[in-house]
């Protein structure tokens, strides 16, 4: 079983940045794929990024075009905590974020997680 806590979300201005944190427990997550989604109101839930690791010190990330090149992705193995750094917020980020695992591949859809977070909201005002 893993246990996925998330962190680091707030109300901000459009332009400002932020740092989301999962902290992951009960596995060691570099066995798994970690992923980021976000569901704004009246909207579905929908992917963010994905980061995978392929042995060794190698690792995979993967972006919606919407945040591409504006968010990041990273993995602290040692903490067991993934990041997501988002800069340039617009509010159009506006969410509540989860943090997702799963032991499996890991992609884009939520189906092929098995473990989530909470959520934590981000505001970001125009």
């Known amino acids: 079983q893993v246990q996925l806590v998330e962190s680091g979300g707030g109300l901000v201005r459009a332009g400002d940045s932020l740092r989301l944190s999962c902290a992951a427990s009960?596995?060691?997550?570099?066995?798994?794929?970690m992923g980021w989604f976000r569901q704004a109101p009246g909207k579905e839930r929908e992917f963010v990024s994905n980061?995978?690791?392929?042995?060794?010190?190698?690792?995979?990330?993967d972006y919606a075009d919407s945040v591409k090149g504006r968010f990041t992705i990273a993995g602290d193995n040692a903490k067991n905590t993934v990041y997501l750094q988002m800069n340039s917020l617009k509010p159009e980020d506006t969410a509540v974020y989860y943090c997702?695992?799963?032991?499996?591949?890991?992609?884009?859809?939520?189906?092929?997680?098995?473990?989530w977070g909470q959520g934590t909201q981000v505001t970001v005002s125009s």
């Open positions: 980061i995978k690791w392929g042995g060794g010190w190698s690792y995979y990330t």
């Open positions: 009960g596995r060691t997550f570099s066995n798994y794929a």
């Open positions: 997702a695992a799963t032991s499996r591949i890991g992609g884009r859809t939520e189906s092929e997680y098995d473990y």
